[in-house]
């Protein structure tokens, strides 16, 4: 077995460090589903690799030519994904909620040549009126329509030459090609095309590695969409780079079972996964039938519960904690982080939005610790991460190696280096707009930098609340502290700009009141029922009193209101990626914001309980 991270370091596009991986040991498995429904080995996937490059070859896709994907989180992703890479492509993937529209729009900017899909989004496609050469449908043609245009997988490896010289076709391919795109979620205005090369990925790939370490045969899952940048190099970028093997869940709610299946080595996710991950580790202990059990499992719980108070008090565990912290280890968590799965996992990450530091200390205090990254498209992903071991709660840690970075006058954080994409598609202004003439990319975010180099967010740029007194606040940081004690709320729209006190709308997280109206008996388990459910509405009063305890009395929220639907994403108020639309949502509920500041409310707005009865239930 040669050393696979001397020939990885030494690889100068995605093609070469996979062309050596998968040569390291062939028979490994290096996709998989829960519990092995599928599986394919290093030699299979190179196989197909070769197979859909000549196929696409054989399509009229070359250099410089886009594909576009549009499909589950599938194992026949990777081989499709990698082999247009080999052939010097751009191929990216576009979410599959995205409106016929919004995709006429993103595959005419991308320049798309051909699109690989499921059968499910061919019609949605057809309706775009896209100007596509081909569309390769992936699990069965449909009939009827324009049928002479849908090709099935045996066709793309039927289009294929026999004379097709792959070995020479791939190490054609430049380290400054641009391998994939990243539709960034505007919340305003049509997505930007982020262009990111194979450069700029082997980079990423590397500094991460630099920091986190990435080995040959890590485990870890894909279960975030794959147009997410997250997904791509947590999962495709690492298998590509260092040979990860990838375990591959189409359905993200699926995602607890899948960790117990896949036990990873590295893991990332974000802040609501996490926070569910809490909410079913505290609902399995609370519900443990066996007394002895539960009685173990509550004092372990009450033991890191302690520890983590402590870490998020910034004080030093004392000996007798410490001790008492090994023994319930021992005995008790230590078997809880293998049943979870994630008894083996070397660091584990939370990124794209701020996790509550209370989620933080409860996984430290069982004995999981996270590291919170930050970045974003334009940095090709991750710019800043630090160890689980050195990380800072509240932090996201350093730089990564190789990045500047500075603090502009009005305190936007700029960044340059290697990780600062090419440019936004077709889009040369919006490019000069965000990356000056000296290199620096705006981000957009304020951050603090403190004296080691720490980095903390403090909101977006465009988002800081200024009340009527003028007083700067992020409604970020109210808005997570204010959802941590409320875990049945999804999401959290915080008002306040230019006004004598804030407000806030709420929406319910949809995978939890199904849950949490079975556990209290409430028949009636829709959204409308429950925002006029009278102990619904006092348990979230509640939370956001609890939250509100931990805000300067300024940032606090005075009056709220409880939406009686849920906010899917990539719909009017928040992006695919999870991120709030915070202006269009403002003009859409104007008349419930304006209720709010009424001098009489009506029955619908709400106030937190006061603090003598705002104890957690």
Known sequence: MTDSKTSTEQATTLCEAFQHNAA???????????????????????????????????LGIGHGDTVSMMMANRIEFYPLEVGAQHLGATSFSVYNTLAADQLTYVFDNAGTKVLICEQQYVDRVRASGAKLEHIICIDGAPDGGSAEKILSLADLYAAGSDDFDFESTWRAVRPDDVVTLIYTSGTTGNPKGVEMTHAHLLFEARALESVLGVRFGDRSTSFLPTAHIADRTMALYNQEVFGAQITVVADARQIAAALADTRPTIWGAVPRVWEKLRAAIEFTVTHEQDEPKQQALQWAMSVAGKRAAALVAGEPVSDDLAAEWDKADELVLSKLREKLGLDEVRWAVSGAAPIPIETLAFFLGIGIPIAEVWGMSELSCVASVSHPADARLGSVGKLLPGLEGKIADDGEYLVRGPLVMKGYRGEPAKTAEAIDPDGWLHTGDILDVDADGYLRIVDRKKELIINAAGKNMSPANIETTVMAACPMVGAMLTIG???????????????????????????????????????????????????????????????????????????????????????????????EIDELYASDPGPDVHEPLAASTAQPS
């Open 24 to 58: 390291i040991d062939p028979d490994a498995v290096a996709l998989r589903t829960p519990g092995d429904t599928q599986t394919m080995t290093w030699r299979e996937y190179a196989a197909d690799v070769r197979r859909v490059a000549a196929g696409l070859a054989g």
């Open 497 to 591: 700009d230019g006004r004598p006190y804030n407000t806030a709308l709420l929406v319910f997280d949809a995978d939890s009141v199904g849950p949490y109206a079975a556990q209290h008996g409430i028949a009636d388990a829709s959204p409308a029922a429950l925002a006029a459910h009278p102990e619904v509405l006092a348990r979230i009063a509640q939370g956001v009193a609890e939250g509100n305890a931990k805000l300067s009395r300024v940032e606090q929220i005075k009056r709220f209101r409880v939406l009686p639907n849920l906010w899917e994403p990539g719909g009017d108020e928040i992006t695919l990626t999870m991120k709030l639309k915070r202006k269009p949502t403002m003009a859409k509920y104007a008349a």
